[in-house]
């Protein structure tokens, strides 16, 4: 088992990449539509594998690599917080 300190140190990292990565994405998305569908699925794949590797370093860094089901939830709940957001920021003011 770990303590809660730790777990507490990977559910906000986790939070915070999924929001990150819900940026990132979008940004990725902007620009890759630019190349041929084939080229944007390898860029794809190597944009998915270049978060990952990411990810995994920093929850080496933070807890020794230790991964939870919880932080799944974490980087979902990130990802989709931003999403919320943008949609509340980008929406037209009503009259």
Same mark, same amino acid.
């Given at each position: 088992?770990?303590? &809660?300190? &730790?777990? &507490?140190?990977?559910?906000?990292?986790?939070? +915070?990449?999924?929001?990150?990565?819900?940026?990132?994405?979008?940004?990725?998305?902007?620009?890759? $539509?630019?190349?041929? $569908?084939?080229?944007?699925?390898? &860029?794809?794949?190597?944009?998915?594998?270049?978060?990952?590797?990411?990810?995994?370093? =920093?929850?080496?860094?933070? =807890?020794?690599? +230790?991964?939870?089901?919880?932080?799944?939830?974490?980087? +979902?709940? =990130?990802?989709?917080?931003?999403? +919320?957001?943008? $949609?509340?920021?980008?929406?037209?003011? $009503?009259?």
């Amino acid at each position: 088992m770990i303590d &809660l300190q &730790l777990q &507490l140190k990977l559910l906000i990292f986790s939070f +915070i990449f999924g929001f990150m990565f819900s940026f990132s994405l979008e940004i990725f998305n902007k620009y890759s $539509k630019r190349f041929s $569908k084939s080229i944007e699925i390898i &860029l794809s794949f190597i944009f998915i594998l270049f978060m990952s590797v990411i990810y995994f370093l =920093g929850i080496q860094k933070i =807890g020794y690599a +230790i991964f939870h089901i919880y932080s799944i939830l974490s980087i +979902i709940l =990130g990802f989709y917080i931003y999403e +919320i957001i943008v $949609k509340l920021i980008a929406k037209p003011p $009503k009259r």
